[in-house]
């Protein structure tokens, strides 16, 4: 994707009602898949934020926001970074964060009170193929949006975005540790003519609402000069095209659904001249449907004078008192040098409004 990799920096449900999916081409049987390999425990320390605006020890709220607490964190592992999705157990107790590399983690977070406190018991291992062989080259390996649709993040399903090689596989989950892909979603044919780096970049199931169980995905990049962002909704196991307004040149790095069936997307912008921004925008449950043009409204845009990133993935959980958290993580490109993974939590505060009529192409 258009983004603050390494090269730009240093030169300047079954997921809804009738859903299929292929099977994934030479998959392997249970019996011929080798034991989990390459996965590995790694150390993971962190470093508390005290507050999210640099500067303003007192500020809490931010918009319809919360903040709850951040940690900067960093492992002598070579394979930690590049985290590009975030799925957030049900009772955010444990995370597993995609890379687009081709691998992943698993954690415990702990917490001081309500704050994130550290990670404990974190583990990498390699996404692989049909046959069960670690991904190999960009090309497919670029992992970069993630859902959980069944289950835990022990034993479920979840599925998983790629660019490059544009496409959405099937992965289960067993002991914590992903599988070989089962099956594939089907792409709309206009998802070929995806930039090869601009692909799909979020992805996320409807919890509620007329569509609800239905994935939902959003391209990066792919506006056709309509001055919309291109998504899709998968409605009785087809994709149908939806768009969401292009505001001041963001991208989109991720989506999730929350539990009124309405939707909340990440979006990050990045210039030499301007530094990084990131934007949070809520889509109400009535605005979601095929064929929807869609804006949504902003719950925060804050830029570097803020505790961002390169902010790519967002996960959503309950917390004990009901409450609706958010967690973003940044993808630090492997860059360590100029850029960090930050963990940001928030309460997503219950002042929205009610939803709205979508307009339609």
Avoid at 39 to 45: M, N, Q, R, S
Avoid at 145 to 171: C, K
């Amino acid at each position: 994707m258009t983004r603050l990799d390494r090269r730009t920096v240093m030169r300047g449900l079954l997921a809804g009602a009738g859903t299929a999916f292929a099977p994934a081409p030479g998959r392997a049987t249970d019996k011929d898949l080798p034991p989990p390999a390459g996965v590995t425990p790694i150390t993971i320390d962190a470093r508390p934020l005290a507050n999210f605006e640099r500067g303003r020890a007192d500020a809490r709220r931010f918009g319809a926001l919360e903040f709850r607490g951040g940690l900067v964190l960093t492992s002598s592992s070579s394979d930690f970074g590049g985290w590009s999705a975030l799925v957030m157990a049900p009772d955010g107790k444990s995370l597993m964060a995609i890379s687009d590399v081709g691998s992943w983690m698993t954690a415990d977070l702990v917490y001081d009170g309500s704050r994130p406190a550290r990670l404990a018991n974190a583990r990498l291992g390699p996404l692989r193929d049909a046959s069960g062989r670690p991904l190999a080259g960009k090309t497919e390996e670029d992992a970069e949006s993630a859902t959980l649709i069944e289950g835990t993040l022990q034993h479920g399903t979840l599925l998983i975005g790629f660019e490059r090689h544009h496409r959405i596989d099937r992965y289960p989950i067993r002991d914590g540790v992903i599988q070989p892909p089962v099956g594939t979603l089907k792409l709309p044919a206009e998802a070929k003519r995806m930039p090869a780096n601009q692909g799909i970049e979020a992805l996320t199931v409807l919890k509620g609402g007329p569509f609800k169980g239905s994935v939902v995905a959003l391209a990066e990049r792919f506006t056709r000069g309509s001055g919309y962002h291109t998504g899709w909704i998968w409605v009785g196991g087809e994709p149908q095209r939806f768009q969401l307004q292009d505001i001041e040149g963001f991208n989109i790095t991720d989506a999730a659904g929350l539990a009124d069936g309405s939707l909340l997307v990440l979006e990050r912008y990045f210039r030499w001249t301007e530094g990084v921004k990131m934007r949070l925008r809520h889509i109400a449950a009535g605005e979601i449907a095929p064929g929807a043009r869609i804006t949504g409204r902003t719950l925060f845009q804050g830029d570097s004078s803020y505790e961002i990133d390169n902010m790519e993935g967002l996960g959503v959980h309950i917390g004990a008192q009901g409450e609706t958290i958010l967690s973003l993580i940044s993808d630090d490109n492997f860059n360590h040098l100029l850029q960090r993974t930050v963990f940001l939590q928030f309460t997503l505060l219950s002042d929205r409004p009610k939803s709205a009529s979508p307009s339609r192409t």
